[in-house]
């Protein structure tokens, strides 16, 4: 019983969902981040001495992570367009980074970045 339970446990799949970013004039797909890359994620943005959060950094290692192509499923951005991603215009940024708040559901983290 118990060897079933944990099965269905570790096979849960991650959300998904297809968005359009008129900003973009695309659909992109938004993933679920893995517990292991939201932990990554947090820990590569926070300075753990002063607990700042560097908010510019952490949204683009966010899109980085959690859009996708909606035909192939393969990553849109590489670990190394975090600085390009900044330098984008903010409104395409700013919805992107909402929904993938929304299905990781980090709300908190959005108004941080809002306020």
Known sequence: MMDKL???I???KAKEEVINVPEWGVDV???????????DISSKTTNMKT???????????????C???PETGERLFE???VEAIGNMPSSGIDKVFE????????EDIDETVKN
Do not use: C, P, Q
């Open 6 to 8: 944990r099965e269905k």
């Open 79 to 81: 670990k190394t367009d």
């Open 51 to 65: 607990g700042v959060v560097d908010i510019s950094r952490m949204a683009a290692e966010f899109i980085i992570a």
């Open 99 to 106: 929904e993938i708040t929304r299905i990781n559901k980090l």
């Open 67 to 69: 859009t996708h192509d």
């Open 29 to 39: 797909k938004i993933k679920e981040l893995t517990a292991k890359d939201k932990y």
């Open 10 to 12: 570790l096979n849960v």
